[in-house]
């Protein structure tokens, strides 16, 4: 990998030279913009994202809304998780950053002093994104979207190289895809435990209106009501 990084003439630097080649011909109020997107803003928006859906199951109810729940809860813990497997990744590999071995770039974010392989944040953002398609389709291609905004933004601040990204991607789809199922297994207890409860369990099912609590966590209190006598009889 290092030798990747020692090379000019090949498609990974090459990449990004044209991508980070464009941070040099935009103003620079909207490079500014980029650099805090691709540090700060997209993961913001991918928490939002998670909570969005969240608040969308929740009040959807159904009886799988302790497992939906259990596979949200999952999503940052995986991420979590990936970005804890990459530890010990960057240490092996040490690859430098692209503007250490490079010259010409424009880096819009300063301070990064770490190893480059592979991306944080591609990885956070993929792992996040592929957790939620899990739990909902439409949610999780918009997380999955973010990830890929996430990815290119790198590149373009000067931070990392295109296979730094990929390399992301995959460790954050194969941390959240290879653990889910024992995720969702530990978790769906706990959240079905959580929504019997009084009141934390409004955080894995909306109450209706008009409903007791005990009738809300148990539906068939509502159907199975003694009927009334006939007084004219």
């Known amino acids: 990998m290092a030798g990747l990084a020692e090379s000019g003439s090949n498609p990974d630097v090459d990449l990004l030279y044209d991508i980070n080649g464009l941070a040099k011909d935009a103003p620079h109020w909207f490079d500014r913009g980029m650099g805090f997107v691709g540090e700060y803003g997209l993961l913001l928006a991918m928490v939002l994202l998670v909570l969005w859906c969240w608040w969308t199951v ?9 497992s939906s729940v259990a596979g949200l ?27 250490v071995d490079h010259q010409g770039l424009d880096v819009l974010v300063a301070g990064k002093t770490d ?10 953002t993929m792992a996040m994104g592929v957790g939620l398609f899990v739990v909902h389709r439409k949610f999780g291609l918009a997380g999955i979207g973010l990830a890929l905004v996430e ?29 889910s199922p024992l995720a969702t297994a530990l978790l769906t207890p706990v ?4 929504e019997r409860s009084p009141r934390a369990g ?7 209106a008009g409903l007791t609590e005990q009738q809300a966590r148990i539906p068939q209190a509502r159907s199975e009501r003694p009927e009334e006598p006939d007084l004219a009889a």
């Not at 809860?73 to 092996?92: C, D, K, T, Y």
């Not at 409004?202 to 209706?208: E, G, I, N, W, Y």
């Open 115 to 124: 190893f480059s392989f592979v991306s944080d944040h591609a990885t956070l």
């Open 58 to 66: 929740r009040r959807g109810g159904g009886e799988g809304a302790a």
């Open 73 to 99: 809860v999952w999503a940052p813990l995986a991420a979590g998780i990936a970005v804890l497997v990459n530890v010990p990744i960057r240490g092996f590999v040490e690859r430098p950053r692209p503007f």
């Open 151 to 179: 990815g290119f933004c790198r590149v373009y601040m000067g931070v990392h190289y295109p296979t730094d990204v990929i390399g992301g991607f995959a460790l954050g789809t194969a941390v959240a895809l290879l653990l």
């Open 202 to 208: 409004r955080l894995v099912r909306a109450r209706r």
């Open 191 to 194: 959240m079905k435990a959580v």
